[in-house]
Structures are given as C-alpha cells and as structure tokens.
C-alpha cells in the first residue's frame, strides 16, 4: 500500500512538472520564436509607437472620419475584453429588436437608399470581433471619404487592400478588419 501511494505522489509530481511547467513554457517558447506577433496577441501601434489595441478585439469607433465596427454586448458598455458574450436576446426580445431598428434607422440616415448590412445592427457572439463584412465597409464608404477628404473609389481601394479573403481559400467568409483599416487611414492622412 505505501509503495503504491509513494508511486501515485510521485507520478502526481512529475506529471505537473512536465504538463504545468515544462510543456506551457516550451509551446509558450516555440510560440515566440516560430510567431511573436500572434504569440503577443497582435498588438496594433500608432506610426509614433503608441499602443492602441489589439487585431483580435474590436473596438468602438464614433468619429465620422472612421469606419464603425460591429456593435458589441460585450460589458455595459461594449467591447469589455473581460465580459466576452452575447446578449443572449432571441430573436423575438423586444430589446433586441428595439436596439437592432434604432441602429437601422440611424445607419439609413447616414447613407439612404443603400440596404443596410446586417452585421452593423447585430453583435457578434462573442461581442469583440474585429472584423465588418466587405458589405458593411463599402455601406460607410460615402462617409469616411466624406469626412477624410478623398474621393469614393480612392477609398474603396484602400478597403480592398484591407479585405482578407477567405482561410485556405474556402473556411469563412471575407472580412475587413476594422482597426487595421483605420489606423492605415490615420497613416495615410498624415502624410
């Protein structure tokens, strides 16, 4: 019996030092070496080196010279990092469909007789994703350009070169990531 105890303590031992320790610290270590960007969470910078947020998590954006992400149920007040999840309204809840019509009619102000995109009135699952649809970029287009002083098809060209196709060619669908997008806009206006 007590060999058998002094087995299992042991085992218990090694096991937590291979699998605690050890093996966090090599995949943590191979993940710097082989991808530090993505092992660091693909931190996104000013030209000036300010840090400004991650390609991963999106953000709001409320000034007209910017492209809008999706809205967000993450937090009281959206995009909390820390409290990652959705409204959990079905699709009958009055608040959900309150909220949805107010976005709408707001988004037709801003650009009327253009269908609005349906992921700029709906939150992700998450309620952090970094990403628009080509859609909802060229649906804000009008404005951005508006507000930045370039012309429509100069900024649909800056979209396009901001579109990430498909993974492997055929997972998903193509997205725009939001934050990329302006702060190559930031970039370009600067110079």
């Known amino acids: 019996m007590k060999k058998n105890l002094m087995t299992a303590i042991l085992m218990t031992v090694v096991t937590t030092i291979l699998l605690g320790l050890v093996y966090p610290l090599a995949v943590t270590g191979l993940a710097q070496v082989?991808?530090?960007?993505?092992?660091?969470?693909?931190?996104?910078?000013?030209?000036?080196?300010?840090l400004v947020g991650s390609a991963l998590i999106g953000q709001p954006f409320t000034s007209p010279g910017y492209f809008?992400?999706?809205?967000?149920?993450?937090?009281?007040?959206?995009?909390?990092?820390?409290?990652?999840?959705?409204?959990?309204?079905?699709?009958?809840n009055q608040k959900l469909l309150d909220r949805v019509k107010a976005d709408v009619e707001k988004a037709r102000a801003e650009n009327p007789g253009v269908p609005?995109?349906?992921?700029?009135?709906?939150?992700?699952?998450?309620?952090?994703?970094p990403h628009i649809s080509p859609a909802a970029?060229?649906?804000q287009v009008p404005r951005v350009a508006r507000e930045r002083g370039m012309g429509e098809e100069e900024m649909r060209r800056v979209v396009a070169a901001h579109t990430e196709g498909r993974q492997f060619g055929f997972f998903g669908e193509p997205v725009v990531n939001v934050l990329e997008l302006n702060l190559d806009l930031d970039r370009s206006s600067r110079q």
Do not use: E, H
């Open 137 to 139: 970029a060229d649906f």
């Open 34 to 50: 082989i991808f530090p960007d993505k092992a660091n969470g693909q931190l996104m910078r000013r030209a000036d080196g300010t």
């Open 116 to 129: 609005v995109p349906v992921d700029l009135v709906t939150t992700s699952a998450s309620g952090l994703d």
């Open 68 to 92: 809008r992400s999706r809205p967000s149920a993450a937090g009281a007040a959206g995009y909390d990092a820390g409290a990652s999840a959705a409204s959990n309204y079905g699709p009958t």
